[in-house]
């Protein structure tokens, strides 16, 4: 029973990359899905959730218009959209899943949550 984040990678500025959040072992579908990204030498931040109960999401107002959160039902997956990459988004990517959606859209420590799962890296430079 995990939750596996992929589809990070190098890329250029502008560019875009779509990153998956997929449960195994366990349904999403009663879950609150949020992603992180902590940034070298910075703080995790919360930027995009989804209430797979009733598909609610929500952005961060910084990323509002770049980053799209989604989900796939049948593959027990949420993806995030990110385009226009810009060097500030180099960070590592990390998907939570936990049936309070207050844990999700105001944090808590990781052992807290659900499900949390491993990180994958993207990185924006030329």
């Known amino acids: 029973v995990q939750l596996q984040a992929s589809g990070g990678g190098l890329v250029q500025p502008g560019d875009s990359l779509r990153l998956s959040c997929e449960g195994s072992?366990?349904?999403?579908?009663?879950?609150?899905v949020g992603w992180f990204r902590q940034a070298p030498g910075k703080e995790r931040e919360g930027i995009a959730s989804?209430?797979?109960?009733?598909?609610?999401?929500y952005y961060v107002d910084v990323l509002k218009g770049r980053f799209t959160i989604s989900r796939d039902n049948a593959k027990n997956t949420v993806y995030l959209q990110m385009n226009s990459l810009r060097s500030e988004d180099t960070a590592v990517y990390h998907c939570?899943?936990?049936?309070?959606?207050?844990?999700?859209?105001?944090?808590?420590?990781?052992?807290?949550?659900?499900?949390y799962g491993q990180g994958t890296q993207v990185t924006v430079s030329s």
């Open positions: 072992g366990f349904s999403l579908d009663n879950y609150v």
């Open positions: 939570a899943a936990d049936k309070n959606l207050r844990k999700i859209r105001l944090g808590a420590k990781i052992y807290e949550y659900d499900f």
């Open positions: 989804i209430d797979n109960r009733d598909g609610r999401t």
